[in-house]
């Protein structure tokens, strides 16, 4: 693996920074889990560092790992489902899409959706025989994770009795609920994991590994990669030539100077690790009124049509240079840029340690707390409190002052009478407030849709199109996914983002059993999505961010239409 950068101006506070982090025995210290590289408190720090040396730690399990993958298949298995959030879902999503599945080797599908057409979706193609479940949270309490496990155990225990819990394995920390709850149940197996590993890091851990063994992928050679890039990334002295160093030292400065918005260019193939990296850079850097925005999904465009708060990183394949002329171009430009070679697939390995050390890096720099997310709790209390609510009364607190139109129903942080006005006081002057060191607006999109092609495809467009017209960075997130990701710098970074919020009222809806062999519901999967949106919503409100809600009357598409036509 290759890290170039390209600093332009920027050289001499650049070999500064690297002097001084080599000058405080950076290495030394986070491997001594030294805490007051962030924060003068040791709290989710002391605990949340052995992804540190993770790749070492987990290297002599890849024949423990293997094996366990051979059962899988000896047991008939065709497809697996990981029931997962955040740190515990996104990489094993990113190595099924990266390397796909060996041959004679089950596919792998991620649920991280309450969407209840996703879930309906996901049973309506289950093969009880054929089909296996990983159920994976760290806390072993995630409500997501644990709704949809108790919906699908229910469904195999209909079918297998008291052996259902042969077609489940857990991934979480020892002394969690779920570690009991698969004890209980009798679980094929449950892998516990180091627990002083955080969610977002622990791709290299059980978390990322178990998933990734059972699609065949070869765990020795991926650790190696990574094990390589851990003994770099540790070594005391030349940081100057050590990629880690280099990528965290460039993103913290850019950072610190109002260059916030980094802009993913990847291979196709490796496309879908933007998202691991997303969650990564977004809940580690969003707090404290600062943030590192990761862009993902918007199509490269001239240099003359980017503000100056961006920054770039282009990643691909040695072999695979067909953006390389635009890129250079930017660099000519003057915007700064980062470009990681791969010479093969599992490079990957090394690729994500080198990102998660670098956050670590950029952390310190940015004077933030990278290991905790409190904002993603805030919206988790809000969304509780939306549930208890409904459990009370039935529904759930209704939003007033609605605008209605002929595709959606608007919500907006104010009352406003008419849909125009609504929508242009959202976007008024988004693209003229820039601040040379705060950065400048953005705009997120939120789904709390089903994430299928179609609507990813409607999203992407319309990504494209505010980006193009606005000059303002734009990303989209499908709920609740990205409030375990995103969520945190929506909330906790300066307040620069202008917030769309799409949910719908799906013609189908499930119920939650309240526990598993039990029919008895006090809620659907209806019920808690669209408590997830309002509790993010009523969030946002309390950090006085700008949000608009859009209640889909209609399909995605048309409302996106009269959304086009409304802004001109």
């Known amino acids: 693996m290759k890290l170039t950068k390209y600093l332009h101006d920027n050289h001499d506070k650049f070999n500064e920074i690297l002097f001084n982090l080599e000058n405080e025995n950076f290495s030394q210290r986070i491997l ?64 099924q899409k990266v390397f796909g599945n060996k041959e004679n080797h089950p596919s792998l599908t991620v649920l991280d959706s309450t969407h209840p057409e996703s879930v309906i979706e996901i049973k309506n193609n289950l093969k009880p025989e054929e089909t296996f479940f990983i159920v994976s949270t760290k806390s072993g309490g995630t409500v997501e994770t644990l709704s949809l496990f108790k919906y699908f155990y229910n469904i195999y225990y209909e079918e297998f009795g008291d052996s259902a819990g042969k077609y489940f394995t857990a991934i979480t920390d020892p002394g969690s609920k779920l570690e009991k709850l698969a004890s209980e149940l009798n679980f094929f197996y449950t892998f516990l994991n180091n627990p002083n590993v955080g969610g977002r890091f622990s791709a290299l851990t059980y978390f990322g590994l178990v998933p990734a063994a059972v699609i065949g992928i070869d765990i020795s050679t991926l650790l190696t990669n990574a094990k390589q890039a851990e003994e770099r ?24 100077r109002g260059k916030d918005k980094l802009t993913f260019i990847f291979s196709g193939q490796l496309e879908p690790v933007g998202s691991w990296i ?19 999904g918007e199509k490269l465009r001239k240099p003359s049509e980017y503000s100056k708060d961006r920054i770039f990183a282009y990643i691909h394949f040695r072999d695979d240079t067909k953006d390389s002329l635009e890129v250079k171009n930017l660099i000519r430009a003057g915007f700064p840029v ?59 607190p209704a939003l007033k002052d609605g605008c209605e139109s002929d595709s959606f129903t608007a919500f907006y942080i104010s009352r406003i009478s008419h849909v125009k006005e609504v929508i242009r006081n959202c976007f008024e002057n988004i693209d003229e407030c820039f601040d040379d060191y705060l950065g400048r607006h953005y705009i997120a999109l939120q789904a709390f849709l089903p994430q299928t092609e179609r609507n990813v495809e409607i999203l992407s467009d319309f990504q494209n199109y505010l980006s193009e017209k606005y000059n303002v960075a734009v990303t989209v997130g499908f709920g609740p996914r990205f409030l375990h990701s995103t969520g945190q710098l929506h909330k906790g970074d300066f307040g620069n983002g202008v917030f769309l919020q799409f949910t719908d009222k799906p013609t189908l809806d499930i119920p ?50 009269e959304l086009k036509t409304i802004l001109g």
């Open 512 to 561: 939650i059993p309240d526990e598993p062999k039990v029919k008895k519901s006090g809620i659907t999967f209806d019920v808690l999505i669209q408590a997830q949106g309002l509790g993010d919503r009523s969030a946002l409100i309390k950090k006085g961010r700008k949000i608009l809600r859009l209640e889909l009357k209609r399909e995605l598409a048309k409302a996106v239409e």
């Open 278 to 296: 997303e969650q990564l850079v977004a809940e580690s850097t969003g707090k404290n009124n600062r943030g590192i925005l990761p862009v993902t």
């Open 338 to 396: 980062l470009e990681i070679i791969l010479d093969d697939v599992y490079e990957l390995g090394n690729l994500l340690y080198i990102w998660e050390f670098a956050i670590a890096v950029a952390g310190h720099l940015m004077k933030i707390h990278p290991f905790n997310q409190p904002d993603v709790e805030s919206a988790k209390v809000a969304a509780r409190e939306m549930v208890s609510e409904y459990m009370k009364t039935g529904n759930l």
């Open 32 to 95: 001594s889990k030294d805490y007051s590289l962030w924060s003068d408190k040791p709290d989710e720090i002391i605990n949340r560092l052995d992804w540190v040396t993770a790749p070492n730690e987990y290297s002599d399990k890849y024949l423990y790992l293997e094996g366990f993958a051979d059962e899988i298949i000896e047991k008939g298995i065709k497809k697996v489902v990981l029931l997962g959030m955040g740190g515990s879902s996104l990489a094993p999503e990113v190595f």
């Open 233 to 256: 990334s540790l070594a005391m002295s030349h940081y100057d030539e050590n990629p880690a160093y280099v990528l965290g030292a460039m993103l913290g400065m850019c950072a610190n």
